[in-house]
């Protein structure tokens, strides 16, 4: 952190909001300085096995929230890091954030949460459903098979799939599981514009979510016709999902008195537009110049970048007007497993000794390129570039009782990498230039795999000059929004930083690893493209078993009640 200085300065404070806690960051405006930050760990987490309280077990693939805890962020981060940056808040001009998406929410038409309903607390589906929440694929299946059906003109701009992620696939699952909760629900929200909600009390939309989540594009969304071939009931859909639209930079408002008493913060700063954890991190980077490519690397990636025109990348998660920045078509790809497949792997396979990224890194790193004989498919969390089918699972080849924990660390570590190859050649074979590339976010941290990146791209690699991207990200559009700078452009050109060129790629480490890039692509389409569907069918079996458990143990409590 940066010392205070400077009488005439002004300060911006951004908040992150990740999967598992927050972050808020307060920055200088005049140079991006981070001065003081703090985080607060999410007291529910993600709720994945019941809801709290004693609620109803959660059938597989579910990932909930509770908002409670985004609005504890702002009463606790913030402050936090206001007192450690050791600034008088009244110099604070604005305020950004940024979130993890597609988390959508359910609410009132004034923006209560139907899960703080009392009666609806119960129901699963009033709760928040965080972007890892996977178990509306067969929904998303079914909205692409009528949109391919139809010719419905939006669905190239998703690559041809929208997915289970999504706003539409999470509402059509909510209206045909749970009717009641989907009429209750006035509001089908983002959790980015709900965060903005709360802090100025102005209902407004981003264009970035908008258009990436919610299938919004040339202005409109899918049509009542098409919502209504789907589900009859589902036609009136984008009534609830609709708002205020605005883009990214723009002021949403202003801080409300309740958010101030929040968050210590002066009322009437300048609340930003929403944003994306991902998307927000482009301007941190100083990557808003088309073609240079960032992979922000947490608990899942986000590829994003900007590019001149439009085009139709199979696979990719969409190309927005404005998505990024204003005045350029953002496209987006991603992972939804890098982090976490190397968390689990730590946390359940690695034997005492060895059960530390750190331990298994240094080990890793030194052994030779190639030398473990494996190669492994990243789908731990299912595939979302470009194969978009959160039913795919894991897979490790080559194991033998010589096999090491290392050798799989590193396989896992490796098949991150290779994942972000298929994605960057998807763009470059649909003439979408990749000129540069980026790394950002927590993972940046781990020297062993930004070289593995570099080696496997056989592209030099720069790496953000910031801890906290999405952080910095959301307070540079706080500081437009509060009017320091004109355009986003400008403010990240004087607030973002980047370490350029920091990782190259070794000649040796490159052939050996187009090698093992092969043999991960003929398995990625063997298992991926519908050769061998021994994934899905796995997949059901095991849906099937905790089914027939869960109605099992639910039966026996109405017995014993």
């Known amino acids: 952190m940066s010392s205070v200085d400077g009488s005439g300065d002004r300060y911006v404070v951004g908040v992150d909001y990740g999967t598992l806690s927050g972050r808020a ?67 604070v001009i604005g305020i950004g954030t940024d979130f993890t998406a597609c988390t959508v929410l359910p609410t009132l038409a004034d923006g209560t949460p139907l899960c703080e309903i009392p009666e609806l607390r119960h129901r699963p589906h009033a709760w928040v459903k965080l972007w890892k929440h996977h178990a509306a694929q067969s929904h998303a299946d079914r909205i692409n098979a009528l ?4 010719g419905e003109p939006w669905l190239g701009r998703y690559g041809g799939k929208i997915s289970a992620e999504w ?8 209206l045909e599981e749970d009717p009641e909760t989907y009429r209750r629900a006035e509001r089908f929200i983002e959790a980015a514009d709900w965060i903005v909600w709360q802090l100025s009390g102005e209902e407004t939309r981003n264009v970035c979510t908008a258009g990436y989540k919610g299938i919004r594009q040339d202005g409109r969304y899918p049509s009542a016709d098409y919502l209504g071939a789907l589900n ?13 639209l605005l883009p990214l930079g723009d002021r949403a408002g202003s801080l409300s008195a309740r958010a101030a008493a929040w968050t210590g913060l002066p009322a009437g700063i300048a609340v930003a537009v929403g944003n994306v954890d991902a998307h927000v991190t482009a301007a941190a980077a100083q990557a808003l110049e088309p ?17 001149t ?7 990719m998660c969409g190309v927005v007007d404005g998505g990024i920045s204003a005045g350029a078509w953002g496209y987006e790809a991603g992972q939804s497993g890098v982090g976490d497949i190397f968390g689990w792997f730590v946390r359940h396979a690695a034997p005492a000794g060895t059960d530390s990224h750190e331990r298994l890194t240094e080990l890793a790193a030194a052994q030779p390129v190639g030398a473990h004989g494996l190669v492994a498919l990243d789908w731990w969390n299912g595939n979302r570039s470009l194969l978009v089918n959160h039913d795919l699972s894991g897979l490790i080849v080559g194991l033998t009782l ?61 790496v953000i000059g910031s801890a906290q991207g999405p952080a910095l990200g959301s307070a540079i559009h706080a500081a437009v929004a509060a009017g320091a700078y004109p355009t986003v452009r400008e403010a990240s050109a004087a607030m973002g930083r980047i370490d350029e060129g920091v990782y190259q790629p070794d000649p040796h480490n490159v052939r050996v690893y187009d090698a093992l890039y092969a043999e991960y692509r003929a398995l990625h389409d063997h ?8 994934m899905l069918r796995l997949r059901a079996i095991r849906n099937a078993a905790v089914d027939a458990a869960v109605t099992q143990t639910e039966s026996v409590l109405e017995v014993v009640g």
């Open 167 to 174: 706003q539409f696939a999470k509402a059509l699952q909510i």
């Open 309 to 315: 025109h439009p085009a139709e990348v199979p696979g």
């Open 402 to 462: 010589a096999t090491r924990p290392q050798d799989v660390y590193r396989a896992l570590l490796e098949s991150s990498a290779f994942g972000t190859r298929m994605i960057v050649e998807a763009f470059v074979s649909a003439g979408v230039p990749v000129t540069d590339l980026v790394a950002a976010g927590g993972l940046t941290s781990n020297r062993l795999l930004m070289q593995i990146y570099a080696d496997v791209m056989n592209r030099p690699l720069s």
């Open 527 to 534: 298992f991926g493209r519908g050769a061998d569907d021994v």
């Open 232 to 244: 009859p009931g589902l036609a009136d859909f984008v009534t609830k999902l609709d708002g205020p």
């Open 147 to 150: 949109a391919h059906e139809r």
């Open 291 to 307: 073609g240079r490519l960032v992979a922000i690397m947490g608990t899942s990636t986000c590829h994003v970048l900007n590019g």
């Open 25 to 91: 960051l307060v920055v200088r405006v005049r140079d991006g300085a981070e001065v003081g930050g703090a985080v607060h760990e999410y007291r529910h987490g993600v709720i994945e096995s019941a809801l709290p309280g004693g609620g109803p077990a959660l059938p597989p693939d579910w990932a909930l929230q509770d908002p409670e805890d985004y609005r504890d962020v702002l009463r606790h981060a913030v402050p936090a890091a206001v007192a450690a940056a050791g600034v008088d808040p009244s110099l």
